[in-house]
Structures are given as C-alpha cells and as structure tokens.
C-alpha cells in the first residue's frame, strides 16, 4: 500500500469513525431541545436539514443531479416513498429517545442488518448461507425474549429497524449520493414542516422564539447535526473498505446503548441482557460470515489474474 493510499484510507476511517460517532452521540443530543415537543423538534430537524444542505450544495456547484431527478416521475417516487419512511423513523427515534427508551432504541439499530437480510429474502428472492440463516433465526429469538421481558413487543426497536431497512432498499433504487438524497427528501419534507411550524406558532405553542436565542439555535443545529455525519459517511464509504464501514456500523448502537445505561440509567433486568446478548450472537455470526465471504472474495481475485499471466510473469521481479 502506497503512502498516499494509507493516507486516504487513514482519512476514510477517521470519517467514518465521525459518522457513527455523531449517530451514536444522537441521544445526548435530543434532550437539549426541550422544552420542544418531539413533533417540533422533527419539523425543525426536517426543515433546517433542507437548509444546510442546500448551502452546502451551493458551496460545491453540484446541481446536475436535480434536473435529472425531475425528469424521472419514477425515481422521484421513490424519493417520496424514502421521504416519508424517514420521517417516521426520525419521529419515532427523537421520541424514544425523548422519553426515556434510549436501550430500545439502540436495539433497533442493532437489530438493523437482521431485518435488512430479512426482507432481502421476502422482497428481492435473495438466497442466504446457512450461517446467514442461523443469524436471522437468533435475532428471532431475541426479539421473542425481549418481548416477554418487556411485556410487550419491542415495538420502538421494530419500527426503527424496518423504517430505516426500507429506507436503505429504497435509496439503493433511488441511487444518489448521501447529500443529494438528504436535499431531495427534506426539498418534499419542507413545506410540511414549517406549515406545522407556522401552525404552531399562530397557536402560541411554539418554543423557538420564546424560549431563548439558544434554544433557537439548538433547535436550528437539527440541520447541521442531521447533515454532517452523512457528509463524513460519504468521505468514508469512497475510502475504506464496504467491510470496515460494516463493522464501523456498530459503533453507533453501542454508544447509544451505553449512554442509555450507564447516563440515563435506564432499567436492564435479566431478560433484556438475555435479550441483547442473542441480538449480539447473531451479530457476530454475521460479521464473521461477512469476513469469510469477503476474504475468499479478495483471493479469488487475486487468483484468478495470476493463472492467467504468461509463464514469463511468474520470474518477474
């Protein structure tokens, strides 16, 4: 690997590591918009996202995207479609985390890849390795004991993990870059937003200009906040290995789940530890296939040029 090589890969991981750093600090962030309804906070979150962004497209000139987008109804539909599943999951994530469910949220991120496969079988016909198999079939369980541990399903985590695998599914046939996909779904997601906001405001229930200038600007930091780590995912993604960016995509649950135990204190009796420890299992049994899958990859690639190099090739020094 060349210097300039390293650099770059150096640079992806420090991205990527501020990627899911910021998505896992989330939970830190949420309560300090208070005394902000989550209704409020996501209308904002919505609203000063479309705003960031666009100044960020402004500053790199990078505009072709867009008259593409509409002239394609097709495509554009599924940016609505992506549009609204977001919503919902970045609702119900700024709620739970707002009332005090930041474990079950965290799960729903663990949980994530597990729903992703799922629906890449029931959705898309795809075939999965035993291994695979094994994993679904333990994320299964967990959910099943969680739900006897909760005494309910663990409905915050199952809407967030299939929410956002929807999401991804549809962002793949959408095909665009992480920015662009942000404007073209807060662009739908705008106007919404600040009519609720104006109807807010007219009913005297809005806290952004009377609760403070620094309470404005949190609530204006939504944008910032929601944009940023996409950029930096999207310096990581050119960067580092589809592997690594797997493996880096844990880091956001395990912090969210960590301050949800260890600062918020929240509750985790024996069946939850059960519960997230057959979550982490199959985890693991995932990753490890992943490696496995990706490291014949790599030598098959290898192999493969080198039997067909002239027998000169094999004295080259």
Not at 262 to 272: D, I, Q, S
Not at 277 to 290: K, N, Q, R
């Amino acid at each position: 690997m060349t210097g300039k090589s390293r650099g770059e890969r150096h640079i992806g991981l420090l991205n990527g590591f501020a990627a899911y750093g910021i998505w896992g600090l989330f939970p830190l962030f949420w309560p300090l918009l208070e005394p902000a309804g989550s209704v409020e906070i996501l209308a904002h979150r919505m609203a000063w996202s479309l705003v960031f962004v666009t100044a960020a497209l402004l500053v790199v000139r990078r505009w072709a995207w867009a008259g593409e987008l509409l002239r394609q109804p097709r495509r554009l539909a599924l940016v609505a479609v992506a549009s609204a599943v977001i919503t919902v999951n970045w609702g119900v994530y700024i709620w739970s985390v707002n009332s005090g469910h930041v474990v079950e949220a965290s799960l729903g991120y663990f949980i994530n890849p597990l729903v992703t496969i799922a629906m890449g079988v029931l959705l898309l016909k795809e075939r999965l390795r035993p291994v695979q198999w094994a994993a679904v079939g333990v994320g299964l369980t967990a959910v099943i004991v969680l739900t006897v541990g909760y005494g309910r399903p663990p409905w915050i985590s199952l809407v967030l993990a299939f929410s956002f695998a929807t999401y991804g599914l549809v962002k793949k046939k959408v095909n665009l870059g992480g920015v662009e996909s942000l404007a073209a779904e807060t662009a739908i997601q705008f106007l919404p937003a600040v009519g609720y906001l104006a109807w807010l405001t007219a009913q005297g229930k809005s806290t952004f200009t009377t609760e403070g200038v620094g309470h404005a600007a949190l609530l204006a930091a939504a944008g910032a906040v929601t944009a940023l780590p996409l950029v930096c995912f999207g310096a990581a993604a050119i960067r580092v290995p589809l592997s690594t960016l797997g493996l880096l995509q844990y880091l956001a649950p395990v912090f969210q789940f960590l301050i949800g135990v260890v600062y918020f204190h929240e509750a985790m009796p024996a069946e939850r530890w059960a519960g997230f420890a057959l979550v982490w299992l199959a985890l693991t049994l995932l990753t490890a296939d992943a490696w496995r899958s990706a490291r014949r990859s790599r030598v098959a690639a290898i192999s493969v040029p080198s039997a067909e190099k002239p027998a000169s090739a094999a004295v080259d020094v």
